[in-house]
Nanobody, 133 residues
Framework: EVQLVESGGGLVQAGGTLKLSCAAS????????VGWFRQVPGKEREGVSCISGRTGSTHYADSVKGRFSISTDSAKNTVYLQLNSLKTEDTAVYYC??????????????????????????WGKGTLVTVSS
């Protein structure tokens, strides 16, 4: 069974940094695309970033490009999201999620990373990031 546990959220001032972690278990990391999403109350969940466990390729939403960085530590079976130059509009609950590649495939589309309805099918419970002005 796939299990995802986010951590690292907290309160930070605008312009500051945080590093989020998503600890994964129950699957082989290189068989999955791992993504970060975020959600504000009253709004739909939106994609933030993704990384391929097979190739290391990444994707970022335009709103975070140049500020956030996604990475993995295969030994720890963990994916990270480094949040830099935080803005108040980054305040949200951040979730990690995974998409399972077909056997032998490295195919994925940014749409999987942009929409929670497209391909992600396993989710963590989230970690709250609050950015104050």
């Amino acid at each position: 069974e796939v299990q995802l546990v986010e951590s690292g959220g907290g309160l930070v001032q605008a312009g500051g940094t945080l590093k989020l972690s998503c600890a994964a278990s129950g699957f082989t990391f290189d068989d999955y695309l791992v993504g970060w999403f975020r959600q504000v109350p009253g709004k739909e969940r939106e994609g933030v970033s993704c990384i391929s466990g097979r190739t290391g390729s990444t994707h970022y939403a335009d709103s975070v490009k140049g500020r956030f960085s996604i990475s993995t530590d295969s030994a720890k079976n963990t994916v990270y999201l480094q949040l830099n130059s935080l803005k108040t509009e980054d305040t949200a609950v951040y979730y990690c999620a995974v998409y399972k590649f077909l056997s032998g495939s490295t195919w994925w589309t940014p749409q999987i990373c942009n929409s929670p309805h497209y391909g992600m099918n396993s989710w963590g419970k989230g970690t709250l990031v609050t950015v104050s002005s």
